[in-house]
């Protein structure tokens, strides 16, 4: 099996440019609270949002907090828990890390003004307490946004709405010094106004690549941004074939990329997933039944789906037992995402099938951002910090980005420190340069990753989709525009993850091929790529602790 060779974006001119101290590329939690952090200890800081500072997939999220908070429970339990969802791959020191600064992230929400909820803690899946704390029922994510986003906008950050970063500017030992950066002409051919941010600190917090398949919890700006950067400036990518689907988001036939998710926290409530005719999907296949880690729920309902003497689009979720009262008290959001589709809760079956939601990988970091180039820093989604490993145990995210976020604001103060300022052309190196990808290449690569880098995965499924990827058509010669920048970097990342999933023989957390379908002691490491002159190197390594 042979892997393609990345393809680079088209050269372009620059018609201004700026100087600060820290750029952070992503205004989501991770970006937000990087931003806010870094501007109270006295950086200049400017903040990317490839949208509007209203966008992106911290507002979406549904299901809430992980931290110990309440009675009963420990710290070495919600340990556990993370490193049982992981599969071996955790780093146990990042892990304890992360579950000892969780109820601190909490406390630093509520000194902003975060209202969060009274009643019980939630329960998720792969938790063995209730330790999920929520806002506004199932709307966490917009609260946590709310309050970051209104002290960002008191704060001295300097925010540069609809702009999006293109490729990393080096000097002549490596280090990223700057960024080449877009802003997005709100018209229909969505052309780059490019410039240059020269600065001292480069931080990626852009988020996923949920629109690299069909079906997405993402929202449309998600398509690999700053993971696709951080590769083609020869950064360190880890254990990007882990991409964790979501068991209950809302099927809509014929729907494509994002698509409404379902909070696991229904299923805590008592909600059940069910096949056509009320059987229980879960019942026999896990001693946490509905509440099973999100691959054993999302593998299971492929098998079903995928049956060979009755094969179904989707199955469904029965909620109906919760009582319209507390659906619409603890699940508004749920609810209302229902209804639009036309579906009563309360009354009606929900139409589910697994999707695309989170990537367990991304760029190799620490909690505290450092990537493996100095300069580069990466926080959020966009990092593999060792505490997901192979599987992400639900809710774990939002106190990691939040976490991170904080974390890299204190260790900069150190680092720029001793970083001269940032140097401006002609001190800069230029970006490798190549042709792109050709933009109407995206809906057949997006098909081709679901259906063989989805939930169950196989040899010849595989290098289907290299075999595609590799023969990708080059964007016609023209300036760069978003259309070429998104396929590129969607091809980027689907080249990453599919290339450590053909290499990965085995099945463990959110990995599962058909063809080596048990867990294999051999495999029990991360698989660590980078990029060197276009071709991807491969590098197989165990991260500490596992």
């Known amino acids: 099996m042979k892997v393609g060779s990345l393809k680079y974006l088209p050269s372009t001119e620059h018609s201004w440019q700026r100087e600060t101290d820290i750029v952070i590329i992503g205004a989501g939690a991770a ?3 990087a931003a806010l952090d870094s501007s109270r200890r006295g950086h200049r800081v400017i903040l990317l949002s490839k949208g509007n500072l209203r966008g992106g997939s911290t507002l979406l999220a549904q299901g809430g907090l992980a931290a110990v908070v309440g009675k009963g429970d420990s710290l070495n339990s919600h340990v556990n828990d993370t490193l049982v969802a992981a599969a071996g791959l955790a780093d146990e020191t990042m892990v304890r890390e992360l579950v000892a600064a969780a109820p601190g992230a909490v406390r630093y929400l509520a000194g902003l003004g975060a209202r969060f909820d009274n009643g019980p803690l939630g329960l998720e899946g792969g938790h063995s307490h209730r330790r999920i704390v929520h806002a506004g029922g199932d709307a966490i994510g ?7 986003r209104r002290a960002v906008s008191d704060s001295d950050v300097e925010t540069m709405e609809n702009a999006v970063a293109i490729d990393a500017l080096t000097n002549s030992r490596g280090d990223v010094i700057g960024i080449l950066v877009g802003k997005i002409n709100q018209t229909v051919d969505q052309g780059l ?54 068991p209950t988001v809302l099927y809509v ?15 805590g409530a008592g909600a059940t997933i069910v096949d056509a005719k009320g059987t229980p999907v879960m019942r026999g296949q896990h001693a946490r039944g509905d509440l099973a880690p999100r ?7 492929f098998q079903r789906m995928h049956s060979p003497v009755e094969p179904v689009a989707n199955l469904w979720l029965d909620a109906r037992a919760i009582g319209d009262v507390r659906l619409d008290k603890d ?18 079956l929900i139409p589910i099938a697994p999707a695309a939601h989170y990537a367990c990988g991304g760029v190799r970091a620490d909690l505290d951002g450092n990537s493996s180039i100095r300069g580069l820093y990466v926080v959020g989604e966009a990092a593999a910090t060792g505490v997901h490993g192979a599987n992400r145990l639900a ?49 057949t690569v997006s098909t081709k990753m679901s259906t063989h880098v989805g939930v169950v995965r196989s040899r010849t499924g595989l290098e289907d989709i290299l075999d595609t990827l590799a023969s990708a058509p080059d964007s016609p010669a023209a300036p760069l525009d978003l259309a070429t920048l998104e396929a590129t970097n969607l091809h980027t990342v689907s080249l990453l993850a599919a290339w450590a999933a053909s290499l990965r023989e085995e099945s463990r957390g959110c990995h599962r091929r058909s063809d080596f379908p048990e867990v294999a002691d051999r495999w029990g490491h991360s698989i660590s790529l980078h990029v060197f002159e276009g071709e991807i190197i491969t590098h197989v390594e165990t991260m500490a602790g596992a």
Request: proline residues 6%.
């Open 295 to 301: 691959d054993v729920v999302s593998y299971t309902m």
């Open 193 to 246: 106004d490019v410039g240059i941010i020269a600065a001292r600190a480069v931080v990626v917090a852009t988020g996923g690549f949920g629109q690299a398949f069909s079906s997405s919890t993402n929202p449309a700006e998600v398509t690999g941004d700053g993971l696709a950067l951080a590769a083609r400036a020869g950064a360190e990518i880890t254990n990007v074939e882990f991409v964790q689907f979501h």
């Open 395 to 443: 809710s774990n995210s939002l106190t990691e980005a939040l976490i991170s976020g904080r974390r890299l604001a204190r260790q900069l103060d150190d680092a720029l420190s001793s970083r001269s300022s940032p140097l401006a052309p002609p001190g800069c190196v230029n970006p490798a340069q190549g042709r792109g990808v050709e933009s109407s290449t995206r809906e």
């Open 31 to 33: 970006g937000l609270s």
């Open 142 to 148: 917009a609260e946590i946004h709310r309050v970051l």
């Open 253 to 267: 036939p014929g729907q494509r990329g994002q698509s409404p998710l379902i909070t696991e926290a229904i299923r």
């Open 331 to 348: 699940f508004p959001t749920t609810v209302e995402l229902c209804r639009q589709a036309g579906v009563d809760p309360s009354s009606e």
